[in-house]
């Protein structure tokens, strides 16, 4: 695909679907941006603590559905409308409730329902995952840094995704722990993300729509013709993720736990 002109590439890349959070289309044409932890082994060490799992903002419920056997009692929560039919239709034959979710700050489920809850790259409303957690529940999050991939927008020309240093793990752990709960275990990395053509750029930034909010190939024509002889003529183009953990923890002996 690199060696093919740069209508091909981005046609293909538009054409391509971006329901649910499947970045297949492009494998081998975007590599990187894991950090050394591992979420999902971090994940299924977790699961084995309670029966009552609450995976906020699922996506298309991919990586949720590949930690199963899931606890008896799970609930994920979608956002994006397009995505909770994809979440159903995967999520549903496990024994997963899907809940879509409207309000930004508000998690769907009663006080301290909840032992377990995950957070891969999703919103993170410190006290909304206080409310729900049990008195010695935990929360595992993966979240997208400010930094990440800001040399990207750069090269477009396009404005920050988010100001530098707005949120990064001091940022979240400070949100935490004035929302009641004691960050136990935390890790920061910036791993390199590279994009081997135009099309998996133009893919990747249809699917993370965040990055460059205004983005479509005819507004940033001129830069991406750019980078895709870049990339003709080196091979690639690197830039760094931002990516945090945490595992955080609501105080046991607050009150009662729920049976």
Known sequence: MVAADYEELVA???A??????????????????????????????LLATGDRLLDVDTGGGELLASLRPLPRHTWATEGWPPNVAVARAR???????????????????????????????GRLAAHEVRRVLRPGGVLLTQQVGSEDCAELNHALGAPPARPPGSWDLRTASEALSAAGLEPIR??????VLTFH????????????????????????DAALRRLHRRMRAEGRLDVRAHRFLIIAERPAGEFPVLP
């Open 12 to 14: 293909a890349a538009l």
């Open 197 to 220: 053509d135009v099309g998996a750029l133009v893919h990747h930034l249809r699917l993370v729509a965040w990055q460059v909010p205004d983005f479509s190939p005819e507004r940033y």
């Open 186 to 191: 935390t890790a920061e990395e910036h791993p």
């Open 16 to 45: 391509a679907p971006v329901e649910g959070w499947d970045f297949g289309w492009s494998a081998g044409r975007v590599r990187g941006s894991d950090p050394s932890w591992s979420y999902p082994e971090e994940a299924r060490a």
């Open 91 to 121: 999520l549903e034959p496990l024994g997963v409730t899907v809940v879509p979710t409207t309000e930004r700050e508000t998690l769907p489920l009663p006080d301290g329902s909840i032992d377990v809850v995950l957070n891969r790259h």
